[in-house]
């Protein structure tokens, strides 16, 4: 999931820098819901809701 998120944050980096916005945009908001997923499932695993195992 890390892994995802870095990508999807360099495609953004690099389409915004060659100044393509829309690929930029869809690149970041890609990212920015998967860093949420990310925080949800950690809050959950923090409060003892979901155990992994």
């Given at each position: 999931?890390?892994?995802?998120?870095?990508?999807?944050?360099?495609?953004?980096a690099?389409?915004?820098?060659?100044?393509?916005?829309?690929?930029?945009?869809?690149?970041?908001?890609?990212?920015?819901?998967?860093?949420?997923?990310?925080?949800?499932?950690?809050?959950?695993?923090?409060?003892?809701?979901i155990?992994?195992?």
């Amino acid at each position: 999931m890390f892994s995802w998120i870095l990508i999807l944050l360099i495609v953004a980096a690099v389409a915004g820098l060659l100044g393509l916005n829309s690929v930029s945009g869809i690149a970041m908001t890609g990212a920015k819901i998967l860093i949420a997923i990310v925080l949800v499932l950690f809050l959950l695993v923090v409060l003892g809701i979901i155990a992994i195992a």
